[in-house]
């Protein structure tokens, strides 16, 4: 590099995610950092800076320009910034306003991520962002476990709705509503003074679920089929609660022909022979279809569903209104 040409520099914008927990730095990043002529960090609170300054890395409170910023690098400086965690969006169009002006010989930028989000990272932010709402917002503040319990059922059948229509992006959206009434009661059962409990307790409970009922995954059981896996579920859930009946632990209120094919379903994998009670009513022959379609392996909620959709469908066009 001759003195008519001076080495531009290097710019390193070192980013990290809040999402994990900090001074948890890649190594090119610590490399990065220490090799660096300056450290620059425009945020006095950066979650990062106690964990860079016990390090022994030498940190300058500071929110330059982009022209100061490539002037800062004249001569092969290294100088590594520590962006805000929602970033720097000034510094970084002045920098390509000054590269596409084609006046100024600029520095070499590099963009290094320090840390990674893992997968499901993105359920912190939500757990965030309902404590907020749970302190500040009117109506959440007030709310309570009975109170909720109706939009948990409605969300839950619009989750089902948009499954059985095929609409991908209705089904990101109400698995998200449905999520948040698992994050909102959560944090209503944190206030509890007598059995708190949280978002983490709740995650925590069903991991332990999940590996103790799953022993041909996490243990040495084997099960070749779904059916196999099944029966070992329902052989765990019921020596894990103590069940008397197979038909413990069936809501009785849940849907009428749920309610049935959830009996039938327990009668049929115990190897009963309990034949569906008759009488002169029609709950005696919903009983009965919902027992003949949950044994023919059918849905009978989902397949009433179903014919219900084209009655509407026939009804409409009788409106003159056609299909919805």
Not at 131 to 136: G, K, L, S, T, V
Not at 181 to 192: G, L, N, P, S, T
């Given at each position: 590099?001759?003195?008519?040409?001076?080495?531009?520099?290097?710019i390193v914008l070192?980013t990290a995610s809040?999402?994990?927990?900090?001074?948890?730095?890649?190594?090119?990043?610590?490399?990065?950092?220490?090799?660096?002529?300056?450290?620059?960090?425009?945020?006095?609170?950066?979650?990062?800076?106690p964990y860079l300054?016990?390090?022994?890395?030498?940190?300058?409170?500071?929110?330059?320009?982009?022209?100061?910023?490539?002037?800062?690098?004249?001569?092969?400086?290294?100088?590594?910034?520590?962006?805000?965690?929602?970033?720097?969006?000034?510094?970084?169009?002045?920098?390509?306003?000054?590269?596409?002006?084609?006046?100024?010989?600029?520095?070499?930028?590099?963009?290094?991520?320090?840390?990674?989000?893992?997968?499901?990272?993105?359920?912190?932010?939500?757990?965030?962002?309902?404590?907020?709402?749970?302190?500040?917002?009117?109506?959440?503040?007030?709310?309570?476990?009975?109170?909720?319990?109706?939009?948990?059922?409605?969300?839950?059948?619009?989750?089902?709705?948009?499954?059985?229509?095929?609409?991908?992006?209705?089904?990101?959206?109400?698995?998200?509503?449905?999520?948040?009434?698992?994050?909102?009661?959560?944090?209503?059962?944190?206030?509890?003074?007598?059995?708190?409990?949280?978002?983490?307790?709740?995650?925590?409970?069903?991991?332990?679920?999940?590996?103790?009922?799953?022993?041909?995954?996490?243990?040495?059981?084997?099960?070749?089929?779904?059916?196999?896996?099944?029966?070992?579920?329902?052989?765990?859930?019921?020596?894990?609660?103590?069940?008397?009946?197979?038909?413990?632990?069936?809501?009785?209120?849940?849907?009428?022909?749920?309610?049935?094919?959830?009996?039938?379903?327990?009668?049929?994998?115990?190897?009963?022979?309990?034949?569906?009670?008759?009488?002169?009513?029609?709950?005696?022959?919903?009983?009965?279809?919902?027992?003949?379609?949950?044994?023919?392996?059918?849905?009978?909620?989902?397949?009433?569903?179903?014919?219900?959709?084209?009655?509407?469908?026939?009804?409409?066009?009788?409106?003159?209104?056609?299909?919805?």
């Amino acid at each position: 590099m001759n003195a008519q040409n001076p080495d531009p520099g290097r710019i390193v914008l070192l980013t990290a995610s809040h999402r994990v927990a900090p001074g948890l730095l890649s190594w090119p990043a610590w490399q990065a950092l220490r090799a660096a002529d300056r450290v620059l960090c425009p945020d006095a609170g950066h979650p990062q800076l106690p964990y860079l300054r016990e390090a022994g890395v030498d940190v300058e409170l500071l929110r330059p320009s982009a022209q100061e910023l490539v002037e800062a690098c004249a001569g092969g400086r290294t100088v590594l910034v520590l962006p805000s965690g929602e970033g720097d969006a000034a510094l970084t169009d002045g920098l390509a306003r000054l590269a596409g002006s084609g006046r100024v010989s600029m520095p070499d930028l590099e963009l290094l991520p320090g840390s990674y989000d893992l997968p499901g990272a993105r359920l912190l932010d939500l757990v965030q962002v309902m404590d907020r709402i749970r302190r500040e917002c009117p109506w959440s503040s007030q709310q309570t476990h009975k109170g909720l319990a109706k939009y948990g059922i409605e969300e839950a059948y619009e989750l089902v709705e948009a499954i059985e229509d095929g609409d991908r992006e209705a089904l990101r959206e109400e698995l998200g509503d449905v999520l948040l009434q698992v994050v909102f009661h959560a944090r209503i059962a944190e206030e509890d003074a007598e059995e708190p409990f949280s978002v983490d307790d709740v995650a925590g409970t069903i991991v332990e679920k999940l590996i103790h009922r799953h022993p041909h995954v996490f243990g040495d059981a084997t099960a070749e089929t779904p059916e196999e896996v099944k029966e070992h579920w329902l052989r765990t859930k019921a020596a894990e609660k103590r069940r008397d009946s197979v038909t413990d632990g069936v809501p009785l209120g849940q849907p009428g022909l749920a309610l049935a094919a959830k009996l039938a379903g327990r009668v049929r994998t115990a190897g009963l022979d309990v034949a569906p009670p008759t009488g002169g009513g029609i709950g005696y022959e919903l009983l009965a279809l919902a027992v003949r379609a949950e044994a023919a392996g059918v849905d009978p909620e989902a397949a009433l569903r179903a014919a219900g959709r084209l009655y509407r469908d026939a009804i409409r066009e009788a409106e003159g209104l056609g299909t919805a």
